[in-house]
């Protein structure tokens, strides 16, 4: 069965660089969120979409913006990276009248 | 903020104990969520337990919710050496769910 897909798997940026991380939810899931997770922490809620409208807003910095595409992907675009935002970034996508989420493997962003 | 705790923080046991898990939580929730994450890997959901259920199995899994005491126990019955990983709660209200602190299991073969 298709998961959700995340792009790219590994990604090395230079401070002040922008990055964008993509996420394809699972087929008929209309809800994204966007997760960070940094080294030994617990995951932490982002932004999430439904039906392509930001839902929901965690602590997302201002330097990063997301948004949901017409064919419900995601993508999530960070400005003036910094060394503290190297972490796991992962995707989860839900259906409304589903069961738990299903999260992606993750883009793992390096800022040297 | 309705995050999860869990506790303890780490844990080491033998293959072929059970293993337990607690998560506390501090608001009202719609679900509660365990996941599991292998380290540095994705995370992978491994049973959701909605407010007003008490008690849920899947396979060697057993998840308890109390309400009353905003906690939850996840049990891993004859624990094997591929359990080893980290253990989350996730509560869950609205569109949006918070992750708590984690459980490290160490299962030795």
């Known amino acids: 069965a298709a998961g959700v897909i995340q792009s790219p798997r590994h990604l090395i940026k230079e401070k002040r660089e922008t990055a964008t991380l993509k996420c394809y939810p699972i087929?008929?899931?209309?809800?994204v969120y966007w997760y960070q997770q940094g080294p030994g922490q617990d995951p932490q809620f982002l932004i999430s979409?439904?039906?392509?409208?930001?839902?929901d807003k965690g602590s997302i910095p201002d330097r990063f913006s997301a948004q949901q595409f017409s064919d419900y992907h995601s993508e999530l675009n960070m400005s003036s990276l910094e060394l503290g935002d190297s972490a796991l970034y992962f995707c989860?996508?839900?259906?409304?009248?589903?069961?738990?989420?299903?999260f992606g493997s993750g883009t793992r962003l390096t800022v040297v | 903020s309705q995050q999860g705790e869990e506790d303890p923080q780490a844990l080491s046991i033998q293959e072929g104990e059970n293993a337990t898990m607690n998560c506390s939580y501090k608001t009202s929730i719609n679900n509660l969520q365990w996941y599991r994450q292998n380290s540095g890997r994705g995370l992978v959901h491994l049973i959701l337990i909605r407010s007003n259920e008490r008690e849920k199995h899947s396979g060697r899994l057993r998840v308890t919710l109390d309400t009353s005491k905003k906690s939850s126990s996840l049990l891993i019955t004859a624990s094997r050496a591929a359990d080893t990983a980290s253990y989350f709660c996730a509560t869950g209200k609205g569109n949006q769910f918070y992750f708590g602190t984690g459980t490290s299991l160490t299962v030795i073969p």
């Open positions: 979409f439904y039906e392509k409208m930001q839902s």
């Open positions: 087929p008929r899931h209309d809800t």
């Open positions: 989860a996508s839900s259906a409304t009248n589903g069961y738990g989420y299903t």
